[in-house]
């Protein structure tokens, strides 16, 4: 059952170590949208929220758009693409959204696997 606030963007809650409160489960991040409700959210952050989807998946490559949101509209946005053989980006992203791009790939090609 899908939550009130909405799809988790990385394909599933996270636990872990927010960069500005160390560990526990950064409910807000998991959602975006938390500049004026997180007390630490970065005021130089140009963007609000960042999501993800999966674009096509064949032959090994799965492609993931990322869309960069500010005001709950769009800002910039990307194209990667994931080969499962090396379990690697072609072009990966740095810093946080890199991490959060590689979480919602993992994510998906563990739900890719499973059987129905």
């Not at 489960?25 to 938390?34: D, M």
């Not at 997180?38 to 130089?44: I, L, R």
């Not at 949101?69 to 194209?79: F, I, N, Q, R, V």
């Amino acid at each position: 059952m899908e939550s009130s606030q909405g799809r988790a963007p990385l394909g599933g809650m996270f636990h872990g170590e927010c960069e500005r409160h160390g560990v526990g489960e950064p409910k807000l991040c998991n959602f975006g949208y938390a500049r004026g409700l997180c007390a630490d959210f970065p005021d130089e952050s140009a963007a609000d929220a960042v999501r993800f989807s999966v674009a096509g998946s064949a032959e090994g490559v799965v492609r993931v758009v990322w869309i960069l949101e500010k005001d709950h509209a769009p800002m910039e946005h990307g194209l990667l693409e994931y080969r499962e053989s090396t379990g690697e980006f072609v072009e990966a992203l740095k810093g946080v959204l890199g991490v959060q791009a590689r979480r919602f790939v993992e994510n998906y090609c563990r739900a890719a696997s499973r059987p129905l």
